[in-house]
């Protein structure tokens, strides 16, 4: 049997076990998750073992440590994997829920009811992390999942799945409710975009070539996440101290995500007194600053900003710097610059603050805090499948309630239309 073959087989399974999960309980809908969180730390050896066959054969052949850091599971991943998935099964159960009610003239109530979307693909790259946290929310919102990582990660992946996959059908759900393409050829990824009678949805989370690849071939509507060009400004009435340490943390704690800081705006007015604090700290952590004419007067190490600067995704210890006259001038930069994915306003100014939050279109905007806080988990979601720049159906962290759509129940009592 061909890739082909195996691939639409899997989706037809999907599609199956999605009625199936579409009318499960609560109740056994969170069985299955606490299932699968159990069924992570007691595989935890196996798991662990296969990550390390991914490791090696990446470090081989030579990725960045970028992709290196993302591919590579500890005891301590795996143990926040199954909390997110136990954090997920807490959550209140979205599918049936009611969002309104309203009576017409003619006595008939009309109400939305949230749903299940159906099957969704989820094609991702090297995070291993991202099979159990996409699985989790899918399974909980009612939705079948086909789950296709990289390369680079595919024995971890494969490992996760079979754990998975064991609790699910533990809980008496069918294994299909999580699948796993084991293929590594494109071959696969072009198959399973053209099953659109079977699949619902699909979530790329990746890189920008890898998204705008897969929204260009496939015959099934997607959700994307582009990259994340995110800014943190300083304002003129910034506290430096509290800036220092979200600019830090912004751009250091995790360099490799979409959610750090690629691009630092400095107010004119304090930049004398807060970037050589800031050059210092961000150089002892290794960063090379790049940066536009007036931020080189602070250092001789920071590095002349060409245009692509502004709008690089650097996902490692590169910094783009740029004083500015306004905070008008700072949200022009990120209006043209950003990708609107996150930023961020440090400021003491309450109206500054205010006006930076409603003028930045941003998913996520920020005053006074990292943006490496964009994160279902933080957000309070328990996990998330994406996060989206789009700007129909969901936007920023993607959890339960952006994995149903509606549908409309209407109650009536002999009506009928004149």
Request: charged share 25%; hydrophobic share 40%.
């Amino acid at each position: 049997m061909d890739i082909t073959c195996i691939v639409e087989k899997k989706a037809q399974g999907a599609r199956m076990a999605s009625k199936i999960l579409a009318n499960a309980s609560s109740v056994d809908k969170d069985k299955a998750l606490i299932y699968m969180a159990d069924g992570l730390n007691a595989g935890r050896d196996f798991i662990l073992s296969e990550n390390r066959k991914d490791v090696s054969a990446a470090k081989r052949s030579g990725v960045s440590k970028a992709m290196i850091d993302r591919l590579t599971l500890d005891v301590c991943r795996v143990k926040d994997m199954a909390a997110s998935v136990k954090a997920v099964a807490k959550l209140p159960d979205p599918c049936g829920s009611i969002d309104k009610m309203w009576k017409r003239p003619n006595r008939l109530i009309i109400g939305k009811m949230r749903v299940p979307i159906g099957v969704i693909a989820i094609i991702y790259e090297s995070r291993p992390n991202v099979t159990s946290d996409c699985a989790s929310l899918c399974l909980k919102s009612g939705n079948a999942v086909i789950l296709k990582g990289g390369r680079e990660s595919i024995r971890s992946n494969m490992a996760i799945c079979k754990v998975l996959q064991e609790a699910v059908m533990k809980a008496g759900l069918p294994a299909d409710c999580v699948n796993m393409i084991e293929f590594t050829d494109r071959k696969a990824v072009t198959c399973l975009l053209k099953q659109d009678k079977y699949i619902d949805l699909v979530i790329p989370r990746g890189g920008e070539g890898l998204i705008r690849a897969i929204a260009e071939k496939s015959r099934i509507p997607v959700i994307k996440h582009y990259k994340g060009v995110c800014h943190v400004y300083v304002d003129k009435d910034a506290d430096i101290k509290k800036a220092l340490k979200i600019c830090l943390n912004a751009k250091v704690q995790r360099p490799g995500v979409c959610n750090a800081m690629e691009t630092m705006l400095v107010h004119k007015d304090i930049a004398g007194r807060f970037m050589p604090k800031a050059v210092k700290a961000l150089r002892e952590k290794g960063v090379e600053i790049r940066g536009c004419e007036r931020s080189m007067k602070f250092s001789p190490r920071i590095k002349k900003a060409s245009e692509a600067d502004w709008y690089e995704e650097y996902l490692g210890l590169i910094l783009a710097v740029k004083i500015v006259d306004s905070a008008q001038q700072a949200m022009g930069h990120i209006a043209k610059y950003g990708s609107g994915h996150s930023d961020a306003i440090v400021t003491r100014d309450y109206a500054a603050s205010l006006e930076f939050l409603k003028k930045v279109d941003s998913a996520c905007v920020y005053s006074n805090a990292s943006t490496r806080f964009t994160d279902g988990f933080q957000f309070g979601f328990g996990a998330e499948i994406g996060i989206s720049t789009d700007r129909i159906h969901a936007r920023g962290p993607m959890a339960l309630q952006e994995l149903t759509i509606y549908k409309y129940i209407v109650i009536g009592n002999g009506q009928i239309r004149k």
